[in-house]
């Protein structure tokens, strides 16, 4: 998976692979093996090039910061993916969406069930990718047509979680 991240205003591209026992990363061309382990809620106790990093994670409403030791970062992180597919339906509000995976990940639980009533940007399923867990949300106001993830699964980028109509 692709991402593209910009810390203090500095713009990067992070790709991210799951390895067997680790993440290899690309920073910006340069390939780095990442440990990770969730020590606790929003914190993350990373192995690099066998140096520990802790890293929090901060964020409010509108900005997002890690926290690296003492030092305090902005982030936005953005899926190039998630946002060519969010652009493409922008303003298209009939007939059945599909809600989709945005990373590969496990499916945590589900928020809603079928037949549940929705809002638009509501929660409908959680997903962990690298130990962090993202709350698909549905992309328009409407009723659970149809929930095709089930805690404990493995789903992969683009993969349907859902059919909200």
């Given at each position: 998976m692709t991402y593209?991240?910009?810390?203090?205003g500095k713009p990067?591209?992070?790709e991210i692979e799951k390895a067997e026992d680790a993440w290899?990363?690309?920073?910006?061309?340069?390939?780095?093996?990442v440990d990770a382990i969730l020590a606790r809620r929003d914190?993350?106790?990373?192995?690099?090039d066998g140096r520990s990093y802790e890293v929090k994670r901060e964020q409010t409403a509108t900005d997002l910061h890690l926290w690296v030791g003492s030092t305090r970062?902005?982030?936005?992180?953005?899926d190039p993916r998630s946002l060519r597919s969010r652009r493409d339906g922008a303003g298209d509000e009939k007939g059945p969406k599909k809600v989709v995976a945005s990373m590969p990940g496990r499916v945590v639980?589900?928020?809603?069930?079928?037949?549940?009533?929705?809002?638009a940007g509501q929660g409908i399923?959680?997903?962990?990718?690298?130990?962090?867990?993202?709350?698909?949300?549905?992309?328009?106001?409407?009723?659970?047509?149809?929930?095709?993830?089930?805690?404990?699964?493995?789903?992969?980028?683009?993969?349907v979680l859902a059919i909200v109509e």
């Open positions: 593209e991240v910009t810390v203090d990067h591209r992070l290899m990363c690309r920073l910006d061309g340069q390939e780095i093996r914190v993350l106790s990373l192995l690099v970062y902005g982030v936005e992180v953005r639980r589900l928020l809603v069930g079928e037949g549940a009533e929705v809002e399923v959680v997903v962990e990718a690298m130990k962090m867990q993202n709350e698909i949300k549905s992309p328009k106001k409407g009723v659970v047509q149809k929930l095709m993830a089930t805690p404990g699964a493995t789903v992969n980028a683009g993969d």
